[in-house]
Antibody, heavy 116, light 110 residues
Framework: QVHLQESGPGLLRPSETLSLTCSVS????????WTWVRQPPGKGLEWIGY???????KYNPSLRGRVNISIDRPRRQFSLRLTSVTTSDTAVYFC??????????WGQGVLVTVSS | QSVLTQPPSVSAAPGQKVTISCSGS????????VSWYQQIPGTAPKLLIY???KRPAGIPDRFAGSTSDTSATLDITGLQTGDEAHYFC???????????FGGGTRLTVL
């Protein structure tokens, strides 16, 4: 059974860099797209970006220039970096695997709060 | 404002059927597959439908997806109180070169 788990700091100051890691178990990461999605409190889902297992990336154009997704297949992890955060980046961040066009499974999510 | 448009809320009685719509454009739903997700508050979304109308293992056939032109629909029949959740549609948008979600629909089972 495939399991994903997000980890990283839960509190950031404005202008700092958000760094999250998604640890994957039950999958060798030798295929699939590995995706980040976020959800501001009380709001809908926002697609952040994905990384293909070979390293190709796609990002939400609204975040382009601030976002980077990387993968470490031997460690079975992929990571999200978002620079120059503001209070608008406060959200629950989820990692997920894309399988046949759908995102499954998902991690449980991690709340990141940006506050001065 | 979400690229895919969903009604904010729908409701129906237990045992009844509800339809949730997702309206897009030729650059997303009209071009690519649609997925649907169920999110119970406080938990991660769960995949219900992929490739417009396919169900992952373990998803009952009470959940059915379809598409027509630039719109998608999720039908839920035999409503149960456990179906109360938010439902989101999602597709790839080739103009934005990005995944896009609908704003979500809150289902209330009266």
């Amino acid at each position: 059974q495939v399991h994903l788990q997000e980890s990283g700091p839960g509190l950031l100051r404005p202008s700092e860099t958000l760094s999250l890691t998604c640890s994957v178990s039950g999958d060798s990461m030798n295929t699939h797209y590995w995706t980040w999605v976020r959800q501001p409190p009380g709001k809908g889902l926002e697609w952040i970006g994905y990384i293909y297992y070979l390293g190709d990336t796609k990002y939400n154009p609204s975040l382009r220039g601030r976002v980077n997704i990387s993968i470490d297949r031997p460690r079975r992890q992929f990571s999200l970096r978002l620079t120059s955060v503001t209070t608008s980046d406060t959200a629950v961040y989820f990692c997920a695997r894309e399988d046949s066009g759908g995102l499954t499974p998902w991690g449980q999510g991690v709340l990141v709060t940006v506050s001065s | 404002q979400s690229v895919l448009t969903q009604p904010p809320s729908v409701s129906a009685a237990p045992g009844q059927k509800v339809t949730i719509s997702c309206s897009g454009s030729t650059s997303n739903i009209g071009y690519n597959f649609v997925s649907w997700y169920q999110q119970i508050p406080g938990t991660a979304p769960k995949l219900l439908i992929y490739e417009n109308n396919k169900r992952p293992a373990g998803i009952p056939d009470r959940f059915a997806g379809s598409t027509s032109d630039t719109s998608a629909t999720l039908d839920i029949t035999g409503l149960q109180t456990g179906d109360e959740a938010h439902y989101f549609c999602e597709a790839w948008d080739y103009t934005l070169n990005s995944g896009v979600f609908g704003g979500g629909t809150r289902l209330t089972v009266l």
